[in-house]
T-cell receptor, first 121, second 115 residues
Framework: GAVVSQHPSRVICKSGTSVKIECRSL??????MFWYRQFPKKSLMLMAT?????????EQGVEKDKFLINHASLTLSTLTVTSAHPEDSSFYIC?????????????????FGPGTRLTVL | AQSVTQLDSQVPVFEEAPVELRCNYS??????LFWYVQYPNQGLQLLLK??????LVKGINGFEAEFNKSQTSFHLRKPSVHISDTAEYFC?????????????FGTGTKLQVIP
């Protein structure tokens, strides 16, 4: 259980275009999802916390208008990189907190999607 | 605020030899600790986690880690590595801050198993 998928796995786009990345929890409902960005040979940087039915919480230094997050349902969160530029090229990874099961609520363990490699030309 | 330090960016080790990947953390509140593995161009896979209870935690693929509160460490160990263990390993700390969970990752340690 607790499988998270991302689509697309790889995308190449021209500078100035917008790109949408989907993150889905396949076998559980995720009220909270997280979006990370990973630079080459670097660790994961938390960009924002996506909350179902409400606005995302962005980390300091992350442009809200640049990285639009929509968590419209309990199984889907989307990240849209608007007017993408070459410096936005990166590996984007989403995660969701695993459900606790019959007792309800969520654990502190996060399950990660396979990532999306964005290349902006 | 919490932080995670992985002192070794790369660890080369011969196949079938033991390995230890070091992780130290700092936090002003109680934390949960995790180790994740990342294979090239893939997402992160949970290796093991410490939430409470026994300080020695066993995970998948023969890995284990020991939580040492006094030394604020959570080192990852495997008694005999395989070629397939070659990957990037991330230590992570989870704490509740401002009413929500925040996970902080270390900078990663690249384990290179030499045949």
């Amino acid at each position: 259980g607790a499988v998270v998928s991302q689509h697309p796995s790889r995308v190449i786009c021209k500078s100035g275009t917008s790109v949408k990345i989907e993150c889905r929890s396949l076998d559980f409902q995720a009220t909270t999802m997280f979006w990370y960005r990973q630079f080459p040979k670097k660790s994961l940087m938390l960009m924002a916390t996506s909350n179902e039915g409400s606005k995302a919480t962005y980390e300091q230094g992350v442009e809200k208008d640049k990285f639009l997050i929509n968590h419209a349902s309990l199984t889907l969160s989307t990240l849209t990189v608007t007017s993408a530029h070459p410096e936005d090229s990166s590996f984007y990874i989403c995660s969701a907190r695993a459900p606790r099961g019959k007792t309800g609520g969520f654990t502190d363990t996060q399950y990660f999607g396979p990532g999306t490699r964005l290349t902006v030309l | 605020a919490q932080s995670v330090t992985q002192l070794d960016s790369q660890v080369p080790v011969f196949e079938e030899a033991p390995v230890e990947l070091r992780c130290n953390y700092s936090s002003s509140v109680s934390v949960y600790l995790f180790w994740y593995v990342q294979y090239p161009n893939q997402g992160l896979q949970l290796l093991l986690k410490y939430l409470s209870g026994s300080t020695l935690v066993k995970g998948i693929n023969g890995f284990e880690a020991e939580f040492n509160k006094s030394q604020t460490s959570f080192h990852l160990r495997k008694p005999s590595v395989h070629i397939s263990d070659t990957a990037e390993y991330f230590c992570a700390v989870s704490a509740h801050s401002g009413g929500y969970q925040k996970v902080t990752f270390g900078t990663g340690t690249k384990l290179q198993v030499i045949p």
